[in-house]
């Protein structure tokens, strides 16, 4: 439970940045998080972190549609995933094994 606790505590500090880019896969994953404020903040040259996941067991993005279309099938490929221009809102653990982290599109 620490661990998902731990990757809950990250993804919640970057609760104004966005995911900027990507590379890798299941193995080692590493986002790009773009929070520039947050960066500025250890140093004035800085403004993106790196966070490198291992062993992702499952990621997914479940979208929400305008009109609300049920069934709507999960993305679960890195590159589909990944390829929109997506914000960090927030994040939660789920049932205890799950980190849930909440994203919305930039406009």
Not at 21 to 35: A, H, N, P
Not at 93 to 105: H, P, R, T
């Amino acid at each position: 439970m620490e661990a998902i606790e731990n990757i809950k505590d990250v993804f919640s500090i970057f609760h104004d940045g966005g995911i900027e880019g990507w590379e890798g896969d299941d193995k080692l994953l590493t986002l790009t998080i773009g929070c520039t404020y947050l960066a500025e903040r250890i140093n004035p040259q800085f403004n993106v972190f790196y966070v490198e996941l291992t062993g992702v067991e499952k990621l997914e993005l479940h979208p929400w549609t305008l009109p609300v279309i049920d069934n709507t099938p999960a993305l679960t490929r890195p590159e589909d995933i990944f390829k929109g221009d997506i914000e960090i809102t927030s994040c939660e653990v789920v049932n205890e094994v799950s980190c849930y982290i909440f994203i919305s599109a930039r406009r």
